[in-house]
C-alpha cells in the first residue's frame, strides 16, 4: 500500500517554522472538470473531463481491501436500521431522496435518532438549485448550481450536491420544517442550518463489493446510482440487470445484499442477457411502499450502469460553531501527473477560538494527507508565511469528503489572520476548487517535491476557491472572581432555579469567601 508509514494519524503541536516543498515542471497541470449530464427522471450524472475534452476516472480502488465483511447475508430494515419507503411523486428528486434516506439510517445506526427519524428532501433541492446566498459577503456567494427558483423542487441532483451542501452547514433539517408539500421559496435565513454535521462522504468502485457491505454494516444506507429502465426490470421478483454501461438517470439507496440471490431471476428476453455470477444488491427506492417488494426491489452486483457508489456518515458530536470556508460547491480538479499538490486558505479569526479540525475533499483512494495551522500570516502573504502552530498527518483510503478532527486543538486569536494548509501525498491526485472565487489573496495551491511551495492566488488565477474548510469553535470564557461576583449580584432574588453558569458562580464566589475566612 502507498506510503504505508503514514497510515498512522500523529498530531505535534510545534512552536514555529515554515514548510517548505519542491515541484517539478508546473507546465504539467492538469484541470480537470466535473460535467453534469441532466436526466429526464431527475438525477444528474457526473463525468469528469480534461481540456481536451477527454473523459477521465479517477482511481477508487485501494490498493489492499480495508475492511473485508464476509456476510452472505445482510438486510438494515431486519436491523431497524432503515427508515420507511418514502415516494417522490412527481418530483425528480430521486438523488435527495436517495441522500436523505443514507443519512437517516447513518443517524439511527449511531443511535442519535430514532427509526421514526424524516429529513427533508425539498429542503436540499431549494438550496442546490433554488438560489444562491443573496449576502454579497457571504464568503459563498456565487458558488451555486442553478438559480431556478421554485422549479428547483423539480430538478436533478447527485451525491456532490448533497454532500457540499451538508459540508458548508446546509441541513440536514427534519420533515417538518420544510415538508414535501413545499412549493414557495424558502428564506434565507434557512440557508446554514443543520442538525447534524457531516464527518465524511466515502467513495467507492462500484465493483469493490467488500468496501461497499462494509460501509452498508458499519454506517447504514448507500448512496447508489443507476440506469433506470423498465426493459430491464423483472418485474415476477423486481429482480434489475442492465447489460450496458448506460449512463444514470436515477438514485437509490443500497439498504442490504444477497450473495445467493440467483442470476436466473433476472429477466431474459431478445437483446437481454442475465449476470454472469449469483448476487445482488437490496436496494430501497423512492416510489412508494405499493411499487416492488414493498418499495424494494434488487439489482445484480454485475449491473454494469452502476456508476455513483457513496457512504455517508455524520458528526455524532458537533463540536464546532463557526465553518471558517470560501467554497459552496465543486466543480474542478486540478493536479499534477508527476507532483503532489497543496491547497492553503487563510481567514480571519472572528473571536478567540479554538481550531477543533479542518474539511477536504480526494479524487482517488488511498491518498495520504498533511494539514497544517499557521497564524498572524502578514497582509498580502501566502499561506505558509505565518508561525507554524499545529501539524496533523493521516491517510483516507477512499475518495471523497473528509473531515479530519484534531488530535490536539489550537487556539487562535480574535482578528488573527491564520491558515489551513492541506497537502495532498499522492502523485497525481486532485485537489478541488468552487466555482466562484471570494477574494484575492485568500486562496492557493501549489505543486510541491523537496523542496519549497509555489503558491498560486487561485482567485487571482482562475477565480476560483480551493476547497478546504476549517471547523472552529469560540472559546469558554472563565470568569474572573471579580466578575463572578458582579454576575452572582445581578440575579433576581425571585428565582428558585439556577443555572449551571450561576451555579458555577456561586459556587466560586462561596470558595473566595471561604478562603478569605
Known amino acids: 500500500m502507498r506510503l504505508a508509514a503514514l497510515l498512522c494519524a500523529a498530531a505535534v503541536i510545534t512552536a514555529s517554522g515554515t514548510a517548505s516543498y519542491a515541484y517539478d515542471d508546473e507546465s504539467a497541470e492538469d484541470d480537470i472538470s466535473i460535467v453534469e449530464i441532466p436526466s429526464e427522471n431527475g438525477y ?12 477521465v476516472f479517477f482511481d477508487l480502488l485501494p490498493d489492499a481491501e480495508m475492511y473485508i465483511c464476509t456476510l452472505p447475508y445482510y438486510n438494515l430494515y431486519d436491523e431497524g436500521r432503515m427508515t420507511s419507503v418514502k415516494n417522490q411523486g412527481k418530483d425528480g428528486l430521486c438523488w435527495a431522496f436517495a441522500g436523505m434516506a443514507a443519512v437517516e439510517s447513518n443517524l439511527i445506526t449511531q443511535r442519535l435518532e430514532s427509526i421514526n427519524i424524516d429529513l427533508s428532501e425539498k429542503y436540499m433541492a431549494w438550496f442546490t438549485s433554488g438560489t444562491g446566498p443573496l449576502d454579497t459577503n457571504d ?32 441541513g440536514p433539517v427534519y ?16 440557508r446554514y442550518i443543520s442538525l447534524y454535521g457531516l464527518e465524511s462522504m466515502q467513495m467507492f468502485d462500484k465493483n469493490d463489493i467488500s468496501s461497499i457491505k462494509t460501509a452498508v454494516f458499519e454506517n447504514g444506507g448507500v448512496f447508489l446510482s443507476f440506469y433506470s429502465s423498465s426493459s430491464y426490470l423483472n418485474t415476477s421478483n423486481y429482480a434489475y440487470y442492465c447489460p450496458n454501461s448506460t449512463s444514470p438517470n436515477h438514485a437509490v439507496t443500497i439498504v442490504g ?17 442475465q449476470p454472469p455470477a449469483d448476487g445482488a444488491w437490496i436496494i430501497k427506492n423512492s416510489w412508494g411502499a405499493d411499487w416492488g417488494n414493498s418499495g424494494l426491489f434488487y439489482i445484480s452486483y454485475y449491473d454494469k450502469s452502476m456508476k455513483t457508489v457513496g457512504s455517508i456518515k455524520m458528526a455524532a458530536d458537533k ?27 487563510i481567514f480571519t479569526a472572528a473571536s478567540d477560538e479554538t481550531i477543533n479540525g479542518v474539511g477536504f475533499w480526494t479524487s482517488d483512494a488511498d491518498v495520504p494527507y498533511r494539514i497544517r495551522i499557521y497564524k498572524n500570516i502578514p497582509e498580502g502573504g501566502t499561506p505558509t508565511d505565518g508561525e507554524l502552530i499545529y501539524e496533523q498527518s493521516g491517510y483516507e483510503p477512499y475518495a471523497g469528503y473528509h473531515s479530519v478532527k484534531f488530535d490536539q486543538l489550537p487556539n487562535i486569536d480574535s482578528g488573527c489572520r491564520f491558515s489551513a494548509v492541506v497537502d495532498l501525498l499522492r502523485i497525481g491526485t486532485g485537489i ?25 492566488d487561485s482567485v487571482a ?14 472559546k469558554e470564557h472563565i470568569m474572573t472572581i471579580g466578575e463572578c461576583i458582579d454576575y452572582v449580584n445581578s440575579f433576581d432574588p425571585n428565582d428558585t432555579i439556577l443555572s449551571d453558569k450561576q451555579f458555577e458562580a456561586v459556587e466560586r464566589v462561596l470558595e473566595y469567601d471561604y478562603g478569605r475566612q
Open 44 to 55: 444528474d450524472d457526473i463525468i469528469y473531463v480534461d481540456e481536451n475534452g477527454s473523459e
Open 139 to 170: 464568503p459563498l456567494y456565487g458558488d451555486v448550481k442553478n438559480e431556478l427558483g421554485i422549479q428547483a423542487y423539480n430538478k436533478g441532483g447527485n451525491l456532490y450536491d448533497v454532500t457540499y451542501l451538508m459540508a458548508r452547514g446546509s
Open 175 to 190: 420533515e417538518s420544517l420544510v415538508p414535501q408539500s413545499t412549493d414557495s421559496p424558502l428564506p434565507e435565513t434557512m
Open 257 to 273: 445484499w444477497d450473495d445467493s440471490f440467483s442470476s436466473t431471476n433476472f429477466k431474459t428476453g431478445a437483446n437481454l442477457s
Open 319 to 345: 463540536e464546532y460553531d463557526r465553518i471558517y470556508q470560501y467554497d459552496g460547491n465543486v466543480k474542478t480538479f486540478t493536479r499534477y501527473p508527476s507532483n503532489y499538490i497543496s491547497g492553503g486558505n
Open 432 to 456: 478541488t476548487f468552487d466555482s466562484y472565487g471570494y477574494a484575492q489573496e485568500t486562496s492557493f495551491y501549489s505543486a510541491y517535491k523537496n523542496g519549497t511551495y509555489s503558491w498560486k
Open 461 to 474: 488565477s482562475r477565480s476560483q476557491n480551493v476547497c478546504i474548510k476549517v471547523l472552529a469553535s469560540e
